[in-house]
């Protein structure tokens, strides 16, 4: 066994070299049949599902980044790193959800907010664009519940309350999207960087 278990070490070395060579697609197929045979031989390696997270990071599959450094972290939940790489892999999808870029109706918006909501790290951003992607799929009674929800947990956010206006005025509620608007400007006054009125003199 002993053998056996050093040429998996001389694997995971020469993938983790491919991952650094920018040639995560080959490092991935390596580590997958580093899986099959720890399976047969009974190991459960956190560390491969923290390898294999940070591959599927840099091809940009922050989906099953996220669900490997998760198995990871499962496995064993004191270890740093891979705390540090859940972090990482939860600012990207946050970042990607927060895109001014991203399209409302993008099909994998409810699966990346299922994610942080399931690892309990999504932000205001991230709510915002699952509203916003409710109300373009027409489920116009639950963006409004995520607008009401984020409101009243987040009540000093402008991002939330212009959100809770585009939701009440979308669906025809004018005195909603009113109301909205008033705490936006008040938001906005409070805001405002501080000033002296009056004429200086020497």
Request: hydrophobic letters at 50%; charged letters at 25%.
């Amino acid at each position: 066994m002993a053998s056996k278990i050093e040429k998996m070490v001389a694997e995971l070395r020469r993938a983790q070299d491919l991952v650094q060579e920018s040639r995560s697609e080959e490092a991935l197929g390596v580590y997958r049949e580093l899986l099959v045979e720890a399976g047969k031989m009974g190991l459960e390696l956190a560390y491969l599902h923290y390898a294999i997270a940070i591959a599927l990071d840099y091809t940009g599959d922050l989906e099953r980044a996220f669900e490997e450094i998760t198995m990871a972290i499962g496995k064993d939940p004191l270890c740093l790193p891979f705390r540090h790489s859940f972090d990482v892999i939860v600012g990207r999808i946050r970042s990607a959800l927060a895109d001014p870029k991203r399209a409302v109706d993008d099909a994998s918006t409810p699966r990346l907010y299922a994610l942080l909501v399931r690892g309990d790290a999504a932000d205001v951003a991230s709510h915002v664009a699952m509203a916003r992607w409710l109300l373009a799929a027409g489920k116009g009674g639950e963006a409004r519940a995520l607008a009401d929800a984020l409101t009243r947990l987040h009540p000093t956010s402008r991002e939330a309350w212009e959100l809770a206006g585009a939701v009440a005025a979308a669906l025809g509620d004018a005195a909603g999207a009113e109301r909205a608007r008033i705490e936006v400007a008040a938001l906005a006054h409070r805001d405002a960087p501080f000033a002296i009125v009056g004429v200086a003199s020497a």
